[in-house]
């Protein structure tokens, strides 16, 4: 409406009582007070352009509303979307044409904003069959004067339509509905959003409510309309404010909105439109998922048809293109359970079904402090799970059950970043941060340490701080703690979330030739190169998850520069594992007799993990290769290992976790080893078929020999992403290049393998130099498939 929203009777629109933004409620009553006043007045112009007309009824025809007007949702100034409905019979055309006129210029005199048309049931359906807007502004069609079983029957004609059509139109409305976005953008990412045609906007509601009448899916109700609602309270205080039926929330009038709605500034004004977006977006996409599910289920349904489940470990399934919980599989709480159903859910890009977000969440409990090793597992590995992070992430946040395992999390969700290099909310650029460092875990010693300060380096960025990085350290550290980190770990996370931005400063403000600029850098890392190497990582990942304006081809220069002189600084640095003891003395009697026999002892032992499984052979070339492909054949993951061999006989104790739920029989491992020493390879076809699924976005395989790790060995350093089969294709390197497995050291971080071999040549010896080459060579290229 203008400013003055009058009619030509003198009618004023009462607008008392309704400027009381800050009364919980008080938008949504205001918003029916004006649709309800629209209504009243838009029928007393009806009555009297009819009465105004000589020999004319109103049967036959009708005045209707679309828009905001038919849903009642509109805003002090919003425009008034209206159509003529006539039955082609009943009135004249000319008639017609008057009788619109005597409505139209009353409406444009008042001062309102008004999109108007006449039309035939038949001229809407042809307008709602060649424009999809059209269509889906149609089905609001609300009667407002006249004769209503013309409204009525058109929108029933428009409802069958679109429902009859909804296989063709569904496609047609998601390419639309990304070609809005493109053009609006996204309102969780602008600081001047646009409220209605941005993503996560108003207009996003009314096509999840066409996808509802589409009869494919429903919506999700509750927090998507409380979201709604309060999208619509900004947007009519915006109004208010400047006096004009806008919908883009510009910058000038923030602080005005934020008071008037009670915000205390424009950050937490913005925030709230980050929030209502999410919900809003959220709900879209799991409708668009919903509707496509029923549109093929009514493609392939031919009788009855029960639902197909493959599946996934650890209780869950895949059904329909959604990670699902198994049959009598109940979660009561399990953050554990939690965090693997979304770390299968990231891995395979596979979205959790709503139905198992809310039975994972809704008697969820805070783990208990600090987090046994298996929560702190499983969070990591979540964290290592790559770009479908993304959406997983956004599902349990939704659900309340990030904000339980790291309550510092709700301090910096959606909270906007006013800086021209950021692209994100402070929230988003963390979880960005975490996928990028994620494909770079395989630079560093300790990934798992590398992602959870990629996740926690900006927790600082808080209302009233100054420095978040000085700041931000200690709650890291803090929260570590409660992860179940120690120690050294602590320590090292507390320095890189305090230090994140000195690398980046020092390359782009100082002389990275500069002794004291290299010694500057030495002392923030204090002298460790592992702890320069999660750096140079973390910075590279925290540059740009922020945007491209933050990691140019210059910056990336002077960063790799600056590190490379630190490092020449600091020399090589390796962690050797040392050997394992002589485990052999460790043996019981059993197992003496048994490899006395050529029998492989095998022993299992649960754990709160999955279990611990000793295993004592002859050793032969070949043997580790066998033994890890065998235990993946079982289903189990591999999370520490420890091989040795002495005096011919190979003692190996391997740690594992048990996905598929049953324990290894420690009876089919032995025999399974006898099989595979006599050249039978049948105990690894369920292998074969397990490792077909590649493991998408993995970082590239490092391959790397240890300068004088070992006197009498030569120490191969293998960084991989975990897969099933992994180990066992390292072993058959192994095997194939005439190599014995003499020790071994293997452990799992965050989705990544860092394996330690000391290997040996024919008679015991090292590896002669020429051959190291091509052994490398091959372990990338097994690796890497």
Aim: contains cysteine.
């Amino acid at each position: 409406m203008g400013t003055v929203p009058v009619d030509h009777t003198g009618k004023r629109l009462d607008l008392a009582g309704t400027r009381d933004f800050t009364r919980p409620g008080a938008g949504e009553q205001r918003r029916a007070r004006l649709a309800a006043y629209g209504r009243s007045w838009l029928g007393d112009l009806w009555d009297e352009a009819v009465a105004s007309m000589r020999g004319v009824h109103d049967q036959g025809v009708a005045l209707a509303a679309v828009g905001s007007l038919a849903r009642g949702d509109g805003g002090p100034l919003s425009d008034y979307d209206l159509v003529l409905v006539h039955d082609g019979r009943s009135m004249s055309s000319s008639d017609v044409t008057a009788l619109a006129d005597r409505i139209w210029y009353p409406v444009w005199d008042a001062g309102v904003r008004l999109d108007h048309s006449v039309r035939t049931l038949g001229e809407c359906r042809t307008v709602a069959s060649a424009d999809l807007s059209a269509a889906v502004g149609m089905l609001d069609l609300n009667w407002v004067a006249g004769d209503p079983v013309v409204v009525s029957g058109i929108r029933a004609s428009i409802a069958h339509d679109w429902r009859g059509n909804a296989r063709k139109r569904l496609p047609e409305l998601r390419e639309s509905l990304e070609a809005r976005h493109q053009r609006h953008g996204d309102l969780t990412t602008s600081v001047e959003p646009d409220l209605k045609e941005a993503r996560g906007g108003l207009r996003d509601m009314t096509i999840l409510r066409s996808l509802t009448a589409a009869w494919l899916a429903d919506r999700p109700h509750g927090d998507v309309d409380a979201a709604y609602g309060r999208l619509l309270d900004i947007r009519d205080a915006l109004h208010v404010v400047t006096g004009r039926g806008r919908d883009r929330l510009g910058r000038e009038d923030q602080d005005g909105v934020a008071a008037l709605l009670g915000h205390l500034d424009q950050d937490a004004l913005l925030t709230e439109v980050v929030e209502c977006a999410r919900s809003i977006n959220f709900a879209l996409d799991g409708t668009f998922r919903r509707a496509a599910q029923s549109q093929r289920a009514r493609t392939l349904r031919v009788g009855p048809r029960r639902p197909v489940l493959y599946p996934l470990g650890y209780g869950l399934y895949e059904h329909d293109g959604e990670v699902v919980l198994g049959p009598g599989l109940s979660p009561r709480g399990d953050s554990l359970l939690t965090l693997r159903a979304a770390a299968v859910s990231a891995r395979r890009r596979l979205p959790l079904a709503p139905a198992t977000v809310a039975n994972l969440t809704r008697d969820l409990v805070e783990p208990t402090r600090p987090w046994t090793p298996e929560i702190r597992d499983a969070f990591v590995d979540l964290l290592a799970a790559g770009p479908g992070l993304r959406q997983v992430w956004e599902s349990l946040d939704l659900a309340g059950a990030v904000a339980l395992w790291v309550p510092e999390w709700k301090a910096v969700r959606s909270r906007p970043q006013r800086n021209a290099v950021h692209r994100h909310t402070v929230d988003r650029h963390l979880i960005e941060t975490v996928v990028e460092a994620s494909q770079s875990r395989a630079e560093v010693d300790r990934p798992d340490l590398l992602l959870v300060v990629a996740l926690l380096h900006d927790i600082g960025k808080i209302a009233g701080v100054h420095d978040h990085a000085v700041e931000g350290a200690p709650v890291a550290a803090n929260i570590a703690r409660r992860m179940g980190f120690v120690g050294d770990d602590v320590d090292v996370i507390e320095l890189l979330v305090r230090e994140h931005l000195t690398l980046v400063d020092l390359a782009t403000r100082r002389d990275a030739q500069d002794p004291a600029t290299v010694r500057a850098l030495v002392d923030a890392v204090e002298g460790r190169r592992d702890i320069l190497d999660q750096l140079a990582v973390l910075t590279e990942a925290d540059a740009i998850a922020a945007g491209p304006k933050a990691w140019t081809t210059w910056r990336a220069g002077l960063v790799a520069e600056l590190v490379r002189h630190t490092r020449a600084q600091l020399g090589e640095h390796h962690i050797v594992p040392a050997e394992p003891a002589d485990a052999t003395a460790l043996l019981g009697p059993d197992a003496v007799d048994d490899v006395a026999m050529g029998i492989a002892y095998v022993h299992v032992v649960p754990t709160a993990r999955g279990a611990s499984i000793q295993i004592a052979d002859r050793d032969r070339l070949g043997l580790f290769a066998d033994t890890v492909g065998l235990l993946a054949a079982t289903g189990v993951v591999v999370r520490t290992a420890r091989v040795r061999t002495a005096d011919g006989v190979a003692v190996n104790t391997w740690e594992v976790e048990c996905p598929i739920g049953d324990l290894p029989n420690p009876q089919d491992v032995s025999r399974g080893l006898g099989l595979l020493a006599a050249g039978d390879r049948g105990p690894l076809r369920a292998l074969e078929r397990r490792r077909r699924t590649p493991v998408p976005d993995a970082p590239g395989t490092r391959a790397t020999v240890i300068p004088g790790g070992s006197a009498d060995a030569t120490v191969i350093e293998v960084r991989s992403a975990d897969r099933p089969g992994l180990l066992r294709d390292i072993g058959m390197t192994f095997a194939k290049c005439g190599l014995a497995v003499r020790s071994a050291h293997v452990a799992t971080y965050a989705g990544q393998s860092l394996d330690t071999f000391y290997v040996t040549a024919a008679g015991g010896r090292p590896v002669e130099p020429p051959g190291v080459a091509q052994v490398i060579a091959a372990l990338i290229d097994a690796c890497d498939n």
